[in-house]
């Protein structure tokens, strides 16, 4: 079956470190790019950057530039968000999606989501 | 690049035709894509390239446009399309999304 999992919520202090997995099944993981969103509640959606799984290319926001690293590990099909220096308004849900093959590269698949809660 | 769609919220009846625009500060060609989120679940991709349809999702769901206007059809609105759609411009980074358009059913 192709999907993306994502690891579990996530509760965090202000000023530390999350980090989310995105585990690929059922295609070729190296073969798309996987990107990175979050959506704060009862907002929409942000764009963060994007992993190439083959190569370890990113490309990040400007906006995230100096708090996001994406990392992948090939041998287990999993791409890896950390964000860095938290802050309450950092609470969202954040999403990894796949770069579909289609002819702009718009998102096909879709992880679950991870709710991440920074609060003292 | 900025979208702009509207309307923000939409409160309307089972078989009726339903369109939302989407507006981009520049022109991006065809580079839009458009995205359902029911409550609680993920996006997901309805249409590519403005006008193509995903595989899998219903023909009642049309694309049109180019350049900064663009258009998102439902020919006839059935109860499962309770959502908020989502435009999104793959023109250029950072990518965007539009605010989103929530879909009430009356």
């Known amino acids: 079956q192709v999907q993306l999992v994502q690891s579990g919520a996530e509760v965090k202090k202000p000023g530390a470190s999350v980090k989310v997995s995105c585990k690929a099944s059922g295609y070729t993981f190296t073969g798309y790019y996987l990107h990175w969103l979050r959506q704060a509640p009862g907002q929409g959606l942000e764009w963060l950057g994007w992993?190439?799984?083959?190569?370890?290319?990113?490309t990040y926001s400007q906006k995230f530039k100096g708090r996001v690293t994406m990392t992948r590990d090939t041998s287990m099909n999993t791409a890896y968000l950390e964000l860095s220096r938290l802050r309450s308004d950092d609470t969202a849900v954040f999403y990894c999606?796949?770069?579909?093959?289609?002819?702009?590269?718009?998102?096909?698949?879709w992880g679950q989501g991870t709710m991440v809660t920074v609060s003292s | 690049i900025q979208l702009t769609q509207s309307p923000s919220f939409l409160s309307t009846s089972v078989g009726d035709r339903v369109s939302i625009t989407c507006r981009a500060s520049q022109d991006i060609s065809s580079y839009l894509a458009w995205y359902q989120q029911k409550p609680g679940k993920a996006p997901n991709l309805l249409i590519y390239a403005a006008s193509t349809l995903q595989s899998g999702v219903p023909s009642r769901f049309s694309g049109s446009g180019s350049g900064t206007e663009f258009t998102l059809t439902i020919s006839s609105l059935q109860p499962e399309d309770l959502a908020t759609y989502y435009c999104q411009q793959l023109k250029s980074y950072p990518l965007t999304f539009g605010g989103g358009t929530k879909v009430e059913i009356k």
């Open positions: 999606a796949r770069e579909g093959s289609n002819s702009t590269h718009a998102f096909d698949l």
């Open positions: 992993i190439s799984p083959n190569s370890a290319g990113t």
